[in-house]
């Protein structure tokens, strides 16, 4: 049974949030904000436990973490198809990777939750006119008029309709038992007027617990060890992530560490990385070998998307074979150090976009998406996904990529 308190930690006691809309009328705020803690949370907490309890199989080196869906969800898109559809392709990537590597696959959707996006600028720039940049539609619209642009705290709670939406078909899908699987949620815990209202404390146990996701991240501009956002997680008892740069040094991930985990419980914290293919052989090493000195229990997932973005046509754009190599290369470096590469955190599809580069037969010019065809089905509200096709082929390919570590821990 869940209670709704007051968030415990004392606003006074963290520094203000990066990352958050400038939202025009605060009373408005306040009253979406009451209605929130007014509302069931989304997830159950001992769902969350459960996770967390599979996710110190990953971090133990005896399950593998499938982790993917929409770069940033939309509203309109909370249909049976959209979510079915990503679902379906998620199953079966599953299935591939537990097959070739004989070990239990965690899947977790980047589903029912990824509303709210960070931003490298505030302001856009289209012909000569500035807006505010989309943040996720959370916050504001995606097309590019004013009306659209201006946040607005309202869509906080189409939001969360939208995620509860998502959350039923999730449960509802059409998959015959023998590839149906369990799937959990996870989303980037960014925007805290829609995270601090749904933390409610867990009669059971007396911890606060996140109820708009099983699993929530910090990402790479919202890590400072001292910030509000890593002060959020640490304080919520679901499983925590923490997305990692080719930046980060060795001491900010043993301080993150502390800070989420201080208990060294495997489950808790997972780290994802995200250092592009050109660098994940020169900067994981590093940081794989003090974490594992340390003693410290986290599982470690492969990022390939984020740090491969490039721009082709004047579109945010991915080559397949750049995703393939960041994570070949993860593979690598856990194969040299004998620890554990813990999963895949893909943005993909079940629908047939064009929105990364290549595929098919491996060579990206051969087949699949060309640069001619990204503005046929380039429906992405933000960062380019992988189309189903795409996805199922690099399953099949990090399927290929046994190691050591893996076929000991089957």
């Keep these: 049974m869940m209670s709704v308190p007051q968030f415990p930690v004392p606003p006074a006691a963290v520094p203000a949030a990066e990352q958050q809309p400038q939202w025009p009328d605060p009373d408005a705020v306040t009253r979406v904000r009451e209605r929130l803690a007014g509302l069931p949370p989304l997830v159950r907490p001992h769902d969350s436990d459960r996770l967390a309890a599979l ?22 898109r909370a249909t049976p198809a959209a979510v079915h559809g990503t679902v379906a392709t ?39 006119h500035t807006l505010p940049a989309y943040r996720g539609d959370a916050v504001n619209g995606a097309a590019f008029t004013a009306e659209d ?20 078909l999730v449960a509802d899908r059409p998959e015959p038992r023998p590839v149906a699987r369990e799937v959990f949620v996870s989303h980037e815990a960014l925007l805290m007027d829609y995270e601090l209202p749904l933390t409610r404390r867990d009669s059971r146990t007396g911890r606060a617990y996140a109820g708009s996701g099983h699993l929530l991240w910090a990402g790479e501009r919202t890590r400072d060890p001292e910030g509000a956002h890593i002060a959020f997680l640490s304080r919520v008892a679901n499983p925590v992530a923490v997305k ?13 560490a ?23 052989r020169r900067v994981l ?18 990022d390939p998307m984020h740090g491969n973005t490039v721009r082709v046509n004047g579109r945010k754009t991915r080559y397949f074979d750049d995703v393939y190599e960041e994570i070949a290369g ?13 999963g895949v955190h893909l943005e993909m599809t079940g629908a047939d976009v064009t929105e990364c580069l290549g595929g098919g037969s ?49």
Aim: charged share 20%; glycine share 12%.
């Design 149 to 168: 642009r201006t946040p607005d705290p309202r869509r906080m709670l189409r939001a969360y309709e939208a995620a509860a939406t998502t959350l039923r």
């Design 258 to 280: 502390r800070t989420l985990n201080p208990g060294a419980v495997p489950g808790r914290l997972t780290f994802i990385v995200r250092t592009g293919a050109g660098s994940v």
């Design 362 to 410: 491996g060579a990206v010019w051969s087949a699949g998406v060309r640069p001619a065809d990204l503005a046929s089905r380039y429906e992405s509200a933000c960062d380019p996904r992988l189309n189903r096709t795409q996805a199922l082929e690099l399953g099949r390919l990090v399927a290929g990529l046994r190691t050591p570590s893996l076929v000991a821990a089957g």
């Design 244 to 256: 990692i740069g080719p930046g980060a040094r060795p001491d900010d991930l043993l301080r993150l």
């Design 90 to 128: 998620l199953s079966r990537l599953a299935g591939t990777l537990e097959r070739a590597f004989g070990m239990p696959v965690v899947t977790v959707g980047r589903l029912a939750g990824q509303y709210a996006k960070p931003r490298s600028s505030p302001l856009e720039t289209v012909q000569g």
């Design 330 to 342: 993860f593979f690598e470096v856990h194969r040299a150090l004998g620890t554990h590469p813990g």
């Design 55 to 76: 996710l110190g199989e990953v971090a133990g080196g005896r399950a593998f973490l499938l982790q993917g869906g929409d770069c940033a969800e939309m509203v309109e």
């Design 285 to 302: 090493p590093e940081l794989v070998g003090a974490v594992a000195d340390a003693g410290v229990p986290v599982a470690w997932v492969c």
